[in-house]
Nanobody, 124 residues
Framework: QVQLVESGGGLVQAGGSLRLSCAAS????????VGWFRQAPGKERECVAA????????DYADSVKGRFTISRDNAKNTVYLQMNSLTPEDTAVYSC?????????????????WGQGTQVTVSS
C-alpha cells in the first residue's frame, strides 16, 4: 500500500513558478513509477509528467515540455514537479499517482494509488 499527499499548490501570476511535492508513505515507494496528472473544470484528466522508479526515465506532455520538470528523491519518498513559465491554461487540480512497473505511463488507468490533489491557479 502507498499513500500519497500532494502539497505546494497555490495562486501564482502568469510567468511565475511553483514546485509541487508528492510525499509517499510505504517502504516500497522507490519501486513505483509516479505520474503527475491535472484536471481543469470541464476538461479531461491529463498526464503532464511521469517518472520511472529510478528517476532515469521521464515523460512529458507536449503542453509542458521545456517548462515542467519531474524529479524524485527516493530517500525522502517524494516526487517533485517544478513548474516554470506558468500560464492561465495550467490552472487545474494537480494529483500524483503511483503504480508498480518500470516504464512511466501517461495512462491514468494503470495507476493504482492516487493523492487527493492540490489546486494550482495561474492568474493573467
Amino acid at each position: 500500500q502507498v499513500q500519497l499527499v500532494e502539497s505546494g499548490g497555490g495562486l501564482v501570476q502568469a510567468g511565475g513558478s511553483l514546485r509541487l511535492s508528492c510525499a509517499a508513505s510505504g517502504r516500497t515507494f522507490s519501486s513505483y513509477t509516479v505520474g503527475w496528472f491535472r484536471q481543469a473544470p470541464g476538461k479531461e484528466r491529463e498526464c503532464v509528467a511521469a517518472i520511472s522508479w529510478s528517476g532515469g526515465n521521464t515523460d512529458y506532455a507536449d503542453s509542458v515540455k521545456g517548462r515542467f520538470t519531474i524529479s524524485r528523491d527516493n530517500a525522502k519518498n517524494t516526487v517533485y514537479l517544478q513548474m516554470n513559465s506558468l500560464t492561465p491554461e495550467d490552472t487545474a487540480v494537480y494529483s500524483c499517482a503511483a503504480r508498480g512497473g518500470v516504464v512511466p505511463s501517461p495512462n491514468s488507468r494503470v495507476y493504482n494509488y492516487w493523492g487527493q490533489g492540490t489546486q494550482v491557479t495561474v492568474s493573467s
